[in-house]
């Protein structure tokens, strides 16, 4: 059975950081991209960050360009998001996705068409 576990979401102030991370069993996570997706209270889903199964590549949505970094450990089975200068509008359930690598091709975007879903973590920023 393929988990996928998010942690890290708070409330913080705008300009702080935070760190989520995601925890995935039950699959060979060396073979699967994966991908961080928000939605906030009210808007359809988008796309955070995502990145390839080596993790030398890596995709970010327009709005996080330049805040955000995502990175993987497939040690560990584990991805995460640092998240810099945030900023209200940040705020949103933030999910941690895979999609087996076999049968998806980088193409350089993220997409939210992936096999496994995390439950989400929170993440509230107050201005």
């Known amino acids: 059975q393929v988990e996928v576990v998010e942690s890290g979401g708070d409330s913080v102030q705008a300009g702080e950081s935070l760190s989520l991370s995601c925890t995935v069993s039950g699959l060979n996570f060396g073979d699967y991209q994966m991908g961080w997706f928000r939605q906030a209270p009210g808007k359809e889903r988008e796309a955070v960050a995502c990145?390839?199964?080596?993790?030398?590549?890596?995709a970010y949505g327009h709005s996080v360009k330049g805040r955000f970094t995502i990175s993987r450990d497939n040690a560990e089975s584990t991805v995460s998001l640092q998240m810099n200068s945030l900023v209200p509008e940040d705020t949103g359930m933030y999910y941690c996705?895979?999609?087996?690598?076999?049968?998806?091709?980088?193409?350089?975007?993220?997409?939210?068409?992936?096999?496994?879903w995390g439950k989400g973590t929170l993440v509230t920023i107050s201005s």
């Open positions: 990145i390839t199964w080596s993790g030398r590549l890596t």
């Open positions: 996705a895979a999609v087996n690598d076999r049968t998806r091709m980088w193409t350089g975007t993220c997409s939210d068409d992936m096999d496994y």
